[in-house]
């Protein structure tokens, strides 16, 4: 009998993985990961909230390959041990291209370098160690860096570009677990998600793109509604993004002086940073340091104005707000810090084939096939869902709190015309 190997997850269980995966799972890159935690500043709301990407790309997996199973097993797709092996390696390896911090590192990093994480999982999964121990396992390292990051969907190899589905379409894996998994840690139970009505409902049509049978209606409307709920909940909770701003107004001061940061003469140089270096970097620089300071007191930038917006079109410009809402109260530009936090309301999907804030769907006909159709026109709500969730806040040190609250809103609302 082949040996598997058993990891306990307080998520899914027990994952179980061939043995052969260990070699992924025990790579300098893939155990960098326990250093990163998934919610930058989450845990000063949700004391919980400590868990790392190394957790989530393993449930990625765990996932994954539960959807493989069950595209073999139920729907009669043709897939090898080789193949289900790539599957599990590719959801491993797709987010080695986070850097510390995770999406409050990126941000500035796609201002440095205009490159994002999935940029650098790429870059990792090529040139570095672990490029050596996909070869080793039989793969070819681009197209394990393709499919982990979504830019195998439409291609040729069609098994490859549903590999590549299950982990970045617009209903995908990787959701799934992120938003399981950060609920459980946060202690946010939410909504809850049918992950397993999700999973038995995906199959391959016709173009060889994945849908969801539109029996699983109801479930796939309680996924879109949890992660709705969990961004207003807990993505863009004001204390996680308060502690967000105060971490890249910090890395901004490292970086005028520590180059290294965003330049990088190698991939072996990128992955010397994570949570602990970075940190450690920030602490003890003499600019940076007074804002980790802050971090570390709980002295804590304070909302001062705030306004939920979804109306795409409008166009706002930080830096302005801040000259104005300055001019106007004496108040030091270094004080007030403009928030931005957007999202989809409905998930991201590489498919090009897809229209914005689509989500491909299904019913079986008569003749017994696969007929594309619109959620819209099954869902009572999701055509209320679609657009962006976005809000505007107004950040300050407490002290300065109250008299930046009424300029702010005097400005925002006659600038664009918005009811508080």
Request: charged content about 25%; some cysteine.
């Amino acid at each position: 009998m082949r040996k598997k190997i058993k990891i306990n997850d307080p998520i899914h269980g027990f994952i179980i993985f061939p043995n052969s995966i260990t070699k992924i799972v025990d790579s300098f890159e893939f155990q960098r990961l326990r250093r990163i935690k998934q919610l930058s500043g989450a845990d000063h709301a949700f004391p919980g909230a400590n868990h790392t990407r190394f957790e989530h790309s393993l449930g990625v997996a765990a996932l994954a390959l539960r959807l493989m199973n069950n595209l073999i097993n139920i729907h009669d797709l043709e897939f090898s041990e080789f193949d289900i092996k790539k599957c599990i390696i590719s959801a491993l390896c797709h987010d080695l291209g986070h850097g510390p911090f995770s999406h409050n590192f990126e941000s500035l990093l796609l201002e440095k370098t205009d490159l994002d994480h999935e940029d650098y999982t790429q870059k990792i999964i090529k040139n570095s160690k672990i490029t050596d121990t996909i070869r080793d396992l039989g793969y070819n390292e681009k197209k394990i860096a393709s499919i982990a990051t979504g830019r195998a969907i439409g291609k040729i190899d069609e098994k490859e570009s549903i590999i590549s589905q299950i982990i970045t379409s617009a209903i995908n894996v990787d959701s799934m677990d992120y938003l399981l998994r950060d609920n459980y840690h946060c202690g946010t139970p939410g909504r809850p998600v049918d992950i397993n009505r999700l999973l038995l409902s995906i199959d391959k049509m016709e173009n060889g793109l994945l849908g969801v049978n539109i029996k699983a209606l109801i479930a796939l409307e309680g996924f879109l509604l949890a992660r709705i709920s969990s961004f207003r909940t807990i993505y863009f909770h004001k204390t996680c993004r308060a502690v967000q701003l105060m971490l890249t107004e910090a890395m901004r001061k490292l970086s005028k002086d520590e180059s290294s940061l965003f330049d990088y003469n190698n991939i072996a140089d990128f992955l010397e940073w994570d949570d602990y270096t970075l940190w450690t970097h920030l602490s003890e620089h003499q600019k940076a340091s007074k804002m980790i300071n802050q971090i570390k007191k709980r002295n804590l930038l304070k909302v001062a104005y705030e306004s939920q917006i979804r109306i795409l079109d409008i166009e706002i410009e930080p830096e302005k707000i801040i000259n104005l809402i300055s001019s106007q109260t004496n108040i030091p530009r270094n004080s007030i810090f403009v928030d931005l936090p957007n999202s989809p309301n409905v998930p991201y999907s590489h498919i090009d084939e897809t229209r914005p804030n689509e989500i491909i769907t299904f019913k079986i006909n008569s003749q017994n096939n696969k007929e594309r159709v619109k959620l819209e026109n099954y869902s009572l709500f999701f055509n209320q869902f679609k657009g962006e969730l976005k809000l505007l806040r107004i950040y300050t040190w407490p002290k300065y709190r109250k008299e930046i609250k009424n300029t702010a809103k005097k400005i925002i609302e006659e600038k664009f015309s918005l009811d508080d």
